[in-house]
């Protein structure tokens, strides 16, 4: 469901149509969403060139505050804790090292798929960007744990998908957003930590 679609199901919902839509009415329903309402911009201007609404005034996105940079000792001793602490979950592990270590974005790490993963004698490869890139063995490790959790999955439930970091929903992945926030609740903020 896009923006668009959400807003109109939410004046559906208080009795309203798109054209009877008012400016404190779209205030109401921003302040209520998350902040990726703020993309509906751009429909609100169609709204308006179409004459389906009157002037309203919908906010540019605002700025994440991503903070400062991590200095060397601090991404250090957040890769310790992704790599060595095996009370967290595979899956933030993973992808915590992934941030740190590779600078990796979070849109990247969620797409990638468990064929991604290459075994070989010489050790464990991962597919980001040009080519793959052998993994250290800790991470090697995780990734092929992560790789077998998920062909194992996708078996039970007879599904055919291929994501390294399944979703919730049949046949998708974790979405980034889900990722960032998980990741958040380690310390790791994502473009502080690239």
Same mark, same amino acid.
């Given at each position: 469901?896009?923006?668009?679609?959400?807003?109109?199901?939410?004046?559906? @919902?208080?009795?309203?149509?798109?054209?009877?839509? %008012?400016?404190?009415?779209?205030? @109401?329903?921003?302040?209520?969403?998350?902040?990726?309402?703020?993309? *509906?911009?751009?429909? *609100? $201007?169609? #709204? !308006?060139?179409?004459?389906?609404?009157?002037?309203?005034?919908?906010?540019?996105?605002?700025?994440?505050? +991503?903070?400062?940079?991590?200095?060397?000792?601090?991404?250090?001793?957040?890769?310790?804790?992704? =790599?060595?602490?095996?009370?967290?979950? &595979?899956?933030?592990?993973? $992808?915590?090292?992934?941030?740190?270590?590779?600078?990796?974005? /979070?849109?990247?790490?969620? $797409? #990638? %798929?468990?064929?991604?993963? /290459? !075994?070989?004698?010489?050790?464990?490869?991962?597919?980001?960007?040009?080519?793959?890139?052998?993994?250290? !063995?800790?991470?090697?490790?995780?990734? =092929?744990?992560?790789?077998?959790?998920?062909?194992?999955? $996708?078996?039970? @439930?007879?599904?055919?998908?291929?994501?390294?970091? &399944?979703?919730?929903?049949?046949?998708?992945?974790?979405?980034? !957003?889900?990722?960032?926030?998980? /990741?958040?609740?380690?310390? +790791?903020? @994502?473009?502080?930590? %690239?």
């Amino acid at each position: 469901m896009t923006d668009g679609d959400d807003l109109a199901a939410w004046l559906h @919902a208080q009795g309203l149509a798109l054209d009877e839509m %008012r400016q404190d009415q779209l205030d @109401a329903w921003l302040v209520a969403g998350n902040s990726t309402r703020r993309v *509906i911009r751009p429909f *609100i $201007a169609w #709204l !308006e060139r179409t004459g389906t609404t009157g002037s309203l005034h919908a906010p540019w996105r605002a700025p994440v505050a +991503i903070g400062p940079p991590l200095d060397d000792h601090q991404r250090l001793a957040l890769l310790r804790r992704v =790599v060595e602490d095996e009370r967290l979950d &595979p899956r933030d592990r993973f $992808a915590g090292a992934l941030v740190l270590l590779f600078a990796q974005p /979070l849109t990247h790490i969620v $797409a #990638l %798929r468990r064929s991604d993963v /290459l !075994e070989d004698p010489n050790g464990v490869r991962l597919r980001l960007g040009r080519g793959p890139i052998e993994l250290p !063995e800790a991470l090697a490790q995780l990734a =092929v744990t992560l790789r077998d959790q998920a062909a194992g999955r $996708a078996r039970v @439930a007879a599904a055919d998908s291929d994501w390294l970091l &399944p979703g919730r929903k049949h046949g998708s992945h974790l979405t980034d !957003e889900r990722l960032r926030e998980r /990741l958040h609740g380690l310390g +790791i903020r @994502a473009i502080a930590s %690239r």
